[in-house]
């Protein structure tokens, strides 16, 4: 029999107590009043009396009961027993009561049972930089460049290391991860990154990873082709009840709020970074039904996102370029949310200019091969293209391109997934868009892997105005083999086909097609089954830390600033929400929990 255990956190203490359970009802009743926990997980429904006497040991506290096994549903299908609030878990829930406790539930369980690591020595001061000080961050995209840019500010020496080539050496884009291997566009908004499956709590399963592309799905591999990580990650996946996914969409979406201020902050410091990245402080939302529009003004209101909805004249005076598109109806509402989009590959270029110039170092084309540790565990530095670097401190944030060995020697087997996206570039013919915008689609492909399409009007290498279109959720799995161009025309065909209709004259000029043989433009991004991005420190020697970051599906970039944030307060060894929401274990432990042969008390 597994001894009692107790979790300590400031939201709350859980107690898992084993014997209770089968104590009798007298002893679970006693234990009840005692101990005044808010939630009670078991697996069979206690009887009448024990309950009752929960409820009015301190009836003006709310009262979950969680059941963990599967139960007749006959016996639980009231949301109430004897007064308190009841929550089967082997069923989907609907109910907003039972809900809302079920997530203060998890929400207490991930701050009782994130592991933490005992607080790191101070860092040095700015002029004590020395070895001391130093970071190696190992990715040099989009995240980690914020990052570098953040340690400086902090005082910290910082080392890039990245296995592509340097970004403007002219290489080709195949070569390069997902800042620079997509094209040179990218979106904020507050829907930034958002938990795609969440389809309501009425949604009973999840089968996006077991359908392809053309039938609905996600899936850019053949089942048969899946590996076991792959299959341990889908299962995860779908062993995420719905009201849980919408708990994650919020947390999600609470990042990108502050982020925002974040990025603000950035422009206003440094201007000409911005403008010469192509920022564009406009965005839009395009609809092409009266009830895509009713929802999307719903979930905008909700963020805190939407701004205005456009009346007909406002459309055709701010984005003449839909003009064709609105009349023959593929457009039929259009509205300005928050937020913006930028070149960033230009953004790119621009931070590692400035944080060359303020003594930070870059080695391009060198690959991390393997993360040496001592006999504690502890990061004791990294095998990097035959040498062994070594610092107080790195920062992991690798994308979709870290080699599974590489993963697991971090403790992230089968976390991080690949899903492929594509893009499209047009000329941007008269009269321009000059405004980006996300569109809501309809056709091929839109109930799953192509639900909406990216369109950012830019400048390309030679200086002419261009339309950068990107889509596409392709999943691939864990393994690093490249999708197949029968798999990427797939998404493309949906690609082409919101381009014709919302950019006629301008796809007429391109002279492109979704039958041409050859591949378009592709990237691949991390993917994690919660759809949470990750945060996972390590401690490494003299008190240092080994962290990680990343797993955000859309490659990181509206979160940089908060991913930044939580790096420095790990450091200095504060706390931040993410070190907790987007701990790598937390949603697989937390279902673990749900499914143990005991009793658990949570006050």
């Not at 969409?249 to 502050?258: G, R, S």
């Not at 456009?310 to 300005?336: F, Q």
């Not at 393997?370 to 944030?397: Q, W």
Request: hydrophobic share 40%; proline share 7%; aromatic share 6%.
């Amino acid at each position: 029999m597994v001894d009692d255990e107790s979790f300590k956190s400031t939201h709350g203490d859980i107690r898992y107590r084993p014997r209770l359970e089968s104590a009798g009802s007298e002893a679970l009743a006693a234990g009840l009043i005692e101990l005044q926990p808010q939630f009670l997980l078991v697996n069979t429904v206690p009887p009448a009396p024990v309950l009752t006497a929960w409820r009015k040991s301190a009836p003006d506290d709310r009262r979950l009961l969680v059941l963990a096994a599967k139960e007749d549903p006959d016996r639980v299908q009231p949301t109430k027993m004897h007064g308190v609030e009841v929550a089967l878990t082997s069923q989907h829930v609907t109910s907003e009561a039972a809900v809302e406790l079920l997530s203060a539930l998890e929400e207490t369980w991930a701050a009782a049972t994130k592991r933490r690591l005992p607080a790191p020595e101070p860092p040095p001061q700015p002029a004590a930089l020395g070895a001391e000080g130093r970071v190696v961050l190992v990715g040099a995209g989009i995240v980690n460049l914020v990052t570098a840019a953040a340690l400086l500010d902090g005082g910290w020496e910082v080392e890039l290391i990245d296995a592509g080539p340097h970004p403007v050496s002219g290489a080709p884009w195949q070569s390069y991860g997902t800042t620079y291997g997509g094209d040179d566009a990218r979106i904020f908004s507050l829907n930034e990154t958002r938990n795609h499956h969440y389809r309501g709590l009425t949604e009973s399963e999840n089968l996006s990873y077991r359908r392809s592309v053309s039938d609905g799905g996600w899936l850019s591999r053949s089942l048969e082709d899946l590996n076991t990580e792959d299959r341990s990650w889908r299962a995860e996946f779908e062993g995420i009840p719905s009201w849980l996914r919408r708990k994650h969409d919020t947390e999600i979406i609470a990042f990108n709020q502050q982020s925002l201020p974040q990025w603000t902050e950035m422009m206003h410091r440094d201007p000409l970074l911005f403008s010469e990245s192509g920022l564009r402080k406009r965005l839009y939302r395009a609809y092409g039904t009266d009830e895509q529009f009713r929802q999307g003004i719903e979930d905008e209101k909700s963020i805190g996102s939407f701004k205005r909805a456009l009346t007909a004249s406002e459309l055709r005076d701010e984005l003449p370029a839909l003009g064709s598109a609105y009349a023959r109806g593929h457009v039929r509402h259009v509205v300005e949310v928050v937020g913006f989009s930028v070149q960033v590959q230009r953004l790119a270029a621009g931070l590692i200019e400035r944080i060359e110039r303020r003594g930070g170092t870059f080695r391009w084309n060198h690959r991390v091969t393997a993360v040496r540790k001592n006999a504690d565990g502890e990061v004791t530095g990294l095998e990097v293209s035959g040498d062994l670097v070594r610092a107080r401190h790195y920062v992991f944030s690798p994308g979709a391109s870290a080699e599974p060995h590489l993963l697991r020697s971090l403790g992230l087997a089968s976390r991080i997934a690949r899903v492929a996206g594509v893009w499209l570039t047009l000329p941007n013919v008269s009269p321009r868009l000059d405004w980006p915008l996300k569109v809501t689609r309809r056709g091929f492909a839109s109930p799953g892997a192509v639900e909406g399409v990216n369109v950012v009007p830019g400048i390309d290498a030679a200086g002419r105005p261009v339309i950068r279109l990107g889509a596409g959720y392709g999943h691939l799995g864990t393994s690093q083999e490249p999708p197949s161009t029968g798999q990427l025309l797939l998404l493309s065909r949906a690609l082409h086909e919101t381009a014709g209709q919302l950019l006629p004259d301008a796809y007429a000029e391109a002279g492109v097609s979704p039958d041409a043989p050859t591949p378009p433009r592709f990237c691949v991004r991390p993917w994690t089954p919660s759809c949470l991005g990750i945060f996972h420190a390590l401690a490494a020697e003299r008190g240092g830390r080994c962290i990680v970051t990343g797993g955000h599906n859309s490659g990181g970039f509206a979160q940089a600033p908060s991913v930044a944030s939580a790096v420095l307060a790990e450091l200095r060894g504060r706390g931040h929400a993410m070190h907790t929401w987007y701990h790598p274990e937390r949603t697989l432990e937390f279902l673990r929990l749900l499914g143990r042969n005991a009793a658990t008390h949570v006050s």
